[in-house]
């Protein structure tokens, strides 16, 4: 399969970075007639290198090679947007699908973009160019095509299925595992998309789809106090109580929004799991796990329940860590707020 063309102009002194710039919509038009294709790069937001190797930390400074991004693309005229692809094509609605190539330019945390889907075969088209996204004639030199992106992690819960989810789908469903203890089922709770994002014929580079978190990510760390040690301390699982496990997501306006019946997820001692974005209300059960016997050999207490004294907004692209404070007497809860790699604390505390 023929990949988009990169056109270099500047060299082998420039870096990844000048294959970025080079697939642009101002370099000259082939004299083919053809239309103008729109083309991609992608990148994570806030791209920092990270070094914690926790579960939840996959996709934390950009996607690793191979990674496939589904694009959902609409022209707008101006008064109305449509589904491009049933306009390109003259056929079924289809989500264009590429996949991350090379190495990821560090500096910007972009990764090159190769198309996957659709074939030219699978659109009736011969040339490998024509099943390129391309700029409708009908929207004129004031039009633009929005643009948004969604990354869906492997073993993920959606509906309707990945496979049904094109342009022409209202809105789909994406739930968290709400059994997150292994590795598989954190990263398959991890989804992110771009903000629709305005591409204009005029546009001076290709469209970098600027990922961003769209789950809140908590670690809950148990901290013994007055006559209690860590050998008191689960060290398995705990359960979170009462949220909310779903969101919904409409690609054609990019809205996204949280839904879903409250429900328990599972999480393990020590690693990150995610959640929607929510609000965890005042004096509502939240965390519930075992107190381990002296010596730490069984379970001493079970079912120990913490409720927040004052409301706990959980805000998507936030790595929140939770530091339950377990004494004999009394369960205080210490929150901090890192930015999503854990590298940099912004000493925001907050004393529930």
């Not at 022209?75 to 990821?104: C, H, M, P």
């Not at 398995?236 to 409250?262: D, F, H, M, R």
Request: aromatic share 10%; net charge negative.
């Amino acid at each position: 399969m023929k990949t988009m063309a990169i056109y270099n102009k500047l060299g082998a002194l420039l870096t990844v970075m000048s294959l970025l710039v080079a697939c642009s919509a101002d370099d000259p038009a082939p004299t083919t007639g053809k239309a103008t294709p729109i083309r991609f790069t992608a990148s994570v937001a806030d791209a920092t290198e990270g070094t914690t190797r926790a579960y939840a930390d996959a996709y934390n400074a950009s996607f690793p090679t191979g990674t496939d991004i589904d694009v959902f693309l609409y022209s707008n005229n101006g008064t109305t947007s449509s589904d491009l692809s049933t306009e390109q094509f003259g056929g079924a609605s289809r989500k264009w699908i590429y996949t991350t190539t090379g190495a990821v330019d560090v500096a910007s945390g972009r990764s090159l973009l190769s198309q996957k889907h659709p074939t030219a075969a699978e659109v009736s088209k011969v040339d490998p160019d024509d099943a390129l996204p391309q700029f409708p004639a009908n929207v004129g030199e004031n039009g633009w095509v929005d643009v948004f992106a969604a990354f869906f992690p492997e073993g993920c819960n959606v509906s309707p299925t990945y496979s049904e989810i094109v342009p022409g789908t209202s809105s789909f469903t994406f739930d968290v595992q709400t059994d997150q203890t292994t590795q598989t089922s954190i990263v398959a709770s991890d989804f992110l998309a771009n903000d629709v994002t305005a591409t204009f014929r005029t546009g001076s580079s290709a469209i970098n789809l600027e990922m961003k978190h769209r789950m809140a990510k908590v670690l809950v760390e148990f901290n013994a106090t007055e006559d209690l040690t860590s050998d008191n301390m689960p060290n398995a699982t705990y359960s979170v109580l009462g949220v909310k496990p779903q969101l919904t997501v409409a690609p054609g306006t990019g809205e996204i929004s949280t839904t879903g019946s409250a429900t328990t997820v599972t999480a393990k001692v020590g690693e990150p799991f995610f959640l929607p974005p929510q609000e965890i209300t005042t004096d509502t059960p939240f965390l519930q796990f075992n107190l381990r016997n002296v010596g730490g050999t069984d379970t001493g207490i079970q079912n120990v329940t913490y409720k927040p004294s004052q409301a706990l907004t959980l805000n998507a692209g936030v790595f929140y860590i939770l530091t339950v404070n377990v004494g004999v007497r009394y369960i205080t809860l210490t929150t901090t707020i890192r930015d999503w790699t854990g590298e940099a604390m912004t000493f925001d505390k907050i004393i529930l």
